[in-house]
């Protein structure tokens, strides 16, 4: 697997990261059911005739999905705007995914450019990166389009957007997600894709999805990374000594 992920970052010129997972856990001290019931509230409110699987769905980008299907844009919004303060909150209690940082910083020192393409809010992510001092080496981060849930992934528009903002090549740039939504849109995008594997089941799914690599730590990533800086910082000093 080494080979295969040290060979696959040798050929890119971008990092594209998905937030919730590869990142951080932005829902680990505000459970992810618990905001998904308060968005289920929020369309009892507004007056919507839910289905009754929709009481027990535990993701809140699920009830936000829904809702965008419906066609009623003035809950999809109320739901939206829920979910982006429900999202700001949980940044607080977010738990960083071991080894993230570690990615961000080590590719980021060997050049290479490092983007969140998420479907969590732009907002949210921008606030964790900044607490955790992180913003200065991730730029930009595309987030969820405002009240418009269609347009997230497995959509391939956000990692496409995020692919333009950088002037990049597809084909040059890596996706690293933990969803078959991200397996999937990074396939439709035609950006090279690692299926980060944080539970067991997932690996198998990700491999039948097209991912290109599959890890189960993000430490691989590290360690790749940090071994290529490690043998540029050797050549560089063994140059220095011949020219000394």
């Known amino acids: ?55 027990t769905e535990p993701d809140p980008l699920e009830v936000l999905r829904w809702t965008g299907s419906t066609g009623d844009q003035e809950a999809t919004r109320a739901v939206e705007d829920a979910l982006c303060a429900a999202e700001r909150r949980a940044v607080a209690s977010a738990e960083p995914t071991p080894f993230g940082r570690e990615v961000i910083v080590a590719a980021r020192q060997a050049g290479l450019p490092v983007v969140v393409v998420s479907n969590n809010s732009a907002g949210a992510v921008a606030a964790y990166l ?21 347009r997230m992934k497995p959509n ?39 299926g980060y594997a944080n539970r067991p089941p997932k690996a198998e799914a990700f491999r039948a999805a097209g991912a290109d690599v599959v890890i189960t730590s993000m430490g691989a990533i590290a360690g790749v990374l940090t071994r290529v800086l490690t043998a540029d910082r050797l050549a560089v000093h063994r140059v220095a000594n011949l020219c000394g």
């Open 130 to 150: 900044t607490a955790h001092r992180l913003a200065g080496h991730v730029s930009p981060v595309v987030g969820r389009a405002y009240a418009e849930p269609n």
């Open 156 to 194: 391939p528009e956000p990692i496409l957007r995020a692919v333009e903002a950088l002037g990049a090549t597809p084909g040059r740039c890596v996706l690293v997600g933990d969803s078959l939504s991200d397996i999937e849109g990074a396939r439709a995008a035609e950006v090279r894709v690692v």
């Open 1 to 55: 697997m080494n080979a295969a992920l040290g060979r696959l970052l040798g050929e890119v010129d971008a990092v594209l990261l998905d937030f919730d997972g590869p990142v951080c856990s932005i829902f680990a001290g505000y459970p992810a059911p618990q905001v998904a019931v308060e968005l289920v509230n929020v369309l009892r409110r507004q007056g919507v005739d839910l289905p009754p699987s929709l009481a």
